[in-house]
């Protein structure tokens, strides 16, 4: 399909490991990107991964790529209330040569002490 | 500090008027974007501009238009503005050469038609 697809909601205890997945569209995407929402914001660029990686880590963040299942995720260390919000994946395929992301419909993460 | 601002944050109107949402970047990026976000729906491009001559329509350009003033300005317009144009509208730029290329977005403007 043409969709970049995520899970709605995720909840999990301070102090536990997240992990956000997502699946995107085109096998040849450059670069892939996490963002971040919280209530009231615009996206924030959390952090990006280019396609010939298959992790990388930035702080309590992680990216994980899966070429091969077309498959990123995001896994965030010792969750804390302030990550409570939602995050996006999206892509950028080598075809748009100007920049066009797409993106998925976004996980709300809820965050419970 | 380099930054994406939108003016207005909120605003609220009636069917039929024209509105101005207006960007502005002091990033230095060349490529700039107007999303809307529905819940549910994540973000739709409405618009994108490479440069203050390039103009291209996004997957939902009907019933806007769009300005680049210069290359720090990109306002977009609702010519005669209807209820399903309630939404929260993102300004974002980006750079090839800039965090592989991934957009930064503006606070966004909460526009309601009544």
């Known amino acids: 399909g043409e969709d970049v697809e995520q899970s709605l909601f995720l909840s999990v205890r301070e102090g536990d490991s997240s992990v956000i997945n997502c699946t995107y569209t085109d096998s040849s995407s450059t670069y892939l990107y996490w963002y971040k929402q919280e209530p009231g914001a615009g996206l924030q660029l959390l952090t990006y991964?280019?396609?010939?990686?298959d992790m990388k880590q930035d702080q309590r963040l992680t990216v994980l790529l899966n070429k091969k299942d077309k498959h990123l995720s995001l896994r965030i260390a010792d969750t804390q209330t302030g990550d409570s919000a939602i995050y996006f994946c999206?892509?950028?395929?080598?075809?748009?040569?100007?920049?066009?992301?797409?993106f998925g419909a976004g996980t709300q993460v809820v965050v419970t002490p | 500090d380099a930054d994406v601002t939108q003016t207005p944050r909120n605003r609220i109107t009636k069917t039929g008027k024209r509105i101005m949402l207006e960007c502005s970047q002091t990033k230095g990026h060349d490529r700039m974007y107007w999303y809307r976000q529905d819940p549910g729906l994540g973000l739709r491009l409405i618009y994108y501009?490479?440069?203050?001559?390039?103009?291209n329509k996004g997957e939902i350009s009907d019933g806007y238009s769009v300005s680049r003033q210069a290359q720090a300005k990109f306002s977009l317009s609702l010519e005669s503005a209807i209820p399903n144009q309630t939404a929260l509208y993102f300004c974002?730029?980006?750079?090839?050469?800039?965090?592989?290329?991934?957009?930064?977005f503006g606070p966004g403007t909460r526009l309601t038609v009544l």
């Open positions: 999206a892509e950028s395929k080598p075809t748009d040569s100007w920049g066009k992301l797409q």
């Open positions: 501009s490479f440069d203050v001559k390039d103009i």
């Open positions: 974002a730029t980006a750079s090839p050469a800039t965090s592989g290329g991934g957009q930064f």
């Open positions: 991964i280019f396609s010939n990686m």
